[in-house]
């Protein structure tokens, strides 16, 4: 793990925000910016967050997965996927990556960031797997964790969200993902007194292992 002072390249470690709860459209309105914006030689970056309440809209989303929205909102997303939900409780990571610059393609990404994933509940003695027909990250046939990328001139930004300790309720309400009757779980399931924050740390060091490169964990935005 680096200090601060570390005077290494740019391009050789993964900044970490803690940005605490945020409203996921200032978030998204963030990282389409920080794309935008972002110079070849700046470093990538893991946005760690939760967000209020809300129903997310992928680009490839279908009204009809929208059952009973109710008082929670539905936002349109343009990362891919169909629907998904965020709530207090799920631990979200953003990503901000240049994959050009890394060489990888989007399949060999969104397994790395499974992989990281599957590590951390594996070090809490959780059995977990992922799918090929079904980006995400699964325990027996419930999701734990879902992901939903946007690649923009070879640069990403969206990321992973892992359901920790929440109401899971708000996903009877639509077709997770697309997915009829898809259940889905969280890490409390398992592992009864875990807290979100005592899983931010461990989940950027994956991350950044993962992605070959060195955690660095700074001030928010």
Known sequence: MLAMSAPLPATTYLLIRDLGKIPYAESFAAMRAFTLAREDIAPNEVW??????????????????????????VVASDRGGQVSYHGPGQLVAYLLFDLARAKLGVRELVDRLENALVALLTELGVEAHSRLDAPGVYVGECKIASLGLKIRKGRCYHGLALNVDMDLSPFTRINPC??????????????PNITLDALKHPLACHLARQLELEPLFVDAL
């Open 48 to 73: 760690l967050l939760q967000h209020p309440p809300v129903f997310t809209q992928g680009l490839n989303g279908q009204a009809s997965h929208v059952l009973m929205p109710g008082d929670i909102p």
């Open 178 to 191: 697309g997915y009829a009757g898809l259940r889905m779980c969280q890490v409390r399931d398992f592992v």
